[in-house]
């Protein structure tokens, strides 16, 4: 009679390979994940767009996010044959790696202006200058996205420097991108624009396992300054202080226009500092980020305040704001 062996599994064998498992269940993104990728993402590029024009000197523009979650099957058609691929690894706030693609041709022209060309003629060939001074437009107003996109989930979010970037012929390589041999992929598609030059589209694609948590860390943002509101409501109610009437002289003043500017924080630097600087570069600020900003009237300040997104302006919302006693004094 043969002999049967017996295997025993024991629990931590299972427990990892049921670990192995559980990796392999990514949460789908639904359509009102997809709307709120896209509100953050095209907030984030008007702030990227702001940076990259003044490191090019023509105005830029990355708009209209179609985000979608689609198989690399459906995604082939819309990457360019002859395509720049930027690999931009995610290190704080969100881990994972997340691509931007756009045309070859439009990468030169781009570098051809970052290089103190007019854009019109660039180089026939992505040199190692054309390289480099694409790598640092690019990080720059990756940089800026990446500021956005904190304010908007509430996390600091950094990515590494220099992101990584090369040519890919898709029309020739079969490797292409390992992001492509997901099941699925959230693909962002922007309209492109540069000036006069050049009018095409952006691509941005990112794993499902990394987006999930970007919408998650935006629902909690949003319900979080709710909650926050409705607190500072009941303390202004239950310490509300009495008023005093308005000086009778001071009912003149009413429709006179003060000026009301907002200090989102300040720096000192040295002249030779101040010399150095270029379209770009990053100043660092005596204020955290989060951090309330000061509303001043007249050069004096009167409030403190959140930056919020009003459509594609910047506005403030009061978070608390000095007595009004003080406030009368400002314009007496």
Same mark, same amino acid.
């Given at each position: ?51 990259? @024009?003044?490191? +090019? ?31 931009? /690894? ?55 996205? *990446?500021?956005? +996109? @904190? ?21 020739? /390589? ?47 943002? /949003? ?18 202080? @009495?008023?005093?009437? +308005?000086?009778? *002289? ?65 506005? $403030? ?12 004094? $400002?314009?007496?």
């Amino acid at each position: 009679m043969s002999e049967i062996n017996e295997t025993v599994v024991t629990k931590d064998e299972m427990d990892a390979l049921l670990g192995d498992m559980d990796k392999e269940k990514v949460e789908e993104i639904t359509g009102a994940d997809e709307q709120r990728l896209a509100g953050a993402y095209k907030t984030s590029m008007v702030a990227a767009t702001d940076v990259l @024009s003044r490191i +090019l000197k023509k105005q830029v523009k990355i708009e209209n996010p179609d985000v979608q979650t689609l198989s690399p099957q459906q995604i082939e058609d819309e990457i360019p044959k002859d395509a720049i691929v930027v690999e931009v /690894e995610y290190v704080d706030g969100i881990k994972g790696m997340t691509y931007i693609l756009f045309l070859k041709e439009h990468g030169m022209t781009m570098a051809d202006l970052a290089t103190g060309g007019d854009g019109t003629s660039p180089k026939g060939e992505m040199t190692e200058a054309y390289m480099g001074a694409l790598a640092d437009a690019v990080g720059k107003m990756i940089d800026a996205a *990446n500021s956005s +996109l @904190s304010t908007k989930t509430g996390k600091t979010i950094s990515s590494q420097r220099p992101p990584k970037i090369k040519v890919i012929d898709f029309a020739t /390589e079969e490797d292409g991108l390992a992001i492509l041999k997901e099941k699925e992929v959230v693909r962002i598609n922007y309209n492109l624009t540069v000036g006069d030059l050049f009018d095409g589209n952006l691509l941005q694609l990112m794993p499902v396992d990394m987006a999930k948590p970007i919408v998650k860390s935006i629902y909690e943002k /949003e319900e979080k300054v709710p909650e926050e509101e409705a607190g500072r409501s009941v303390q202004f109610a239950k310490t509300a202080p @009495s008023t005093p009437e +308005l000086p009778q *002289n001071l009912q003149l003043l009413m429709d006179v226009p003060v000026e009301v500017t907002v200090e989102l924080g300040r720096s000192q630097k040295h002249i030779q500092e101040l010399l150095r600087m270029g379209p770009g570069d990053v100043i660092e600020l005596d204020r955290l980020a989060g951090e309330p900003v000061d509303v001043l009237v007249n050069g004096k300040l009167i409030a403190k305040a959140g930056v919020v997104v009003v459509d594609e302006n910047f506005g $403030i919302r009061i978070a608390n704001i000095i007595n009004r006693e003080e406030r009368l004094s $400002i314009v007496q």
